[in-house]
């Protein structure tokens, strides 16, 4: 039984399949597969709007309970009081020294923690001894409350900001360093084999390789110690006062909490999370523009 095959042959013999072309058949009631979004969609589509709305709930649920329920202003404050009791402080001045005092503190001791912990993570992937060495203390200090080192703190650097800020470095060191080396242990030994092959190592091989490939992790830990720094700093001043500059905001909220003014108490709690917000913002924005831009994370 012979096959008889269809087509042009090639010199060579192999057979070619003739050619054709379908033309595409378009239905009357289709609809483009891009389209203009409406100005709903639009709307929708934006992350501060999304998070706006958000916010404008939990504002409106609380106003609404203190309307209902009948709560006394000095035990719960309306979302009018505290809006009020806000722009009170900021009118006089008091809650932006009093914050911005805060946030001299925080960024010093934001700042060598993340010193130290990029020091101690370049060690740690130098050589065998300097991971055991990130391990070991990690596994020791992490779980260690930062606030539980202030008593000691204050003996060794004495009522002052130098205080703090040694509490803050401890928030801030051990889960950035954690966070850093599991990125650089996660980057993938094809990675590391080209920079070796271009002549990189030691400190130039996790500047141009390491670094990039784990930035993602980087930022999370930067994230993390970023929250940790923050709540410590408003626990201590919470605890240990005011220091030598007049106190920041965890006194600002102590000191109204002491005078019964509940108002400017939740004044100064909203204003810690609005910090917050502010923040997390901006690393949602470099999170955009790094690692969502190369594709690293959805």
Do not use: C
């Not at 889960?175 to 070796?196: D, K, P």
């Amino acid at each position: 039984m012979s096959i008889e095959v269809i087509g042009a042959r090639t010199p060579e013999g192999i057979v070619l399949r003739p050619e054709y072309e379908r033309p595409v058949e378009t239905k009357p009631d289709a609809k483009d597969v891009t389209r203009k979004l409406s100005t709903w969609e639009h709307i929708i589509g934006n992350e501060m709007v999304r998070k706006a709305a958000v916010v404008a709930l939990v504002l409106i649920a609380w106003q609404l309970y203190t309307d209902l329920a009948d709560v006394q202003p000095l035990v719960f404050p309306s979302v009018v009081d505290t809006l009020k009791a806000l722009f009170a402080s900021m009118m006089d001045g008091e809650l932006f020294l009093r914050v911005w005092g805060s946030l001299k503190v925080l960024l010093a001791g934001y700042a060598i923690g993340m010193g130290l912990a990029a020091l101690l993570t370049v060690f740690a992937v130098s050589s065998r001894f300097g991971s055991d060495v990130l391990s070991t203390l990690t596994a020791m200090f992490n779980p260690l409350p930062a606030i539980a080192l202030l008593p000691l703190s204050m003996l060794w650097f004495g009522l002052g900001s130098p205080s703090l800020i040694f509490v803050m470095v401890h928030s801030v060191l051990w889960a950035v360093a954690l966070n850093t080396h599991s990125g650089f242990r996660s980057v993938s030994e094809t990675q590391r084999m080209v920079g070796r092959n271009y002549g990189l190592k030691g400190v130039r091989l996790v500047a141009k390789v390491l670094i990039p490939a784990a930035f993602a992790s980087i930022l999370t830990g930067m994230k993390i110690g970023w929250a940790f720094a923050w709540r410590t700093l408003i626990a201590a001043e919470l605890v240990f006062g005011a220091n030598q500059g007049g106190g920041g905001l965890g006194w600002y909220i102590f000191e109204n909490s002491q005078n019964l003014n509940t108002d400017r108490v939740f004044a100064g709690l909203l204003t810690v999370m609005l910090i917050g917000v502010l923040v997390e913002s901006g690393f949602r924005a470099i999170e955009k523009r790094t690692v969502q831009r190369w594709g690293m994370q959805r």
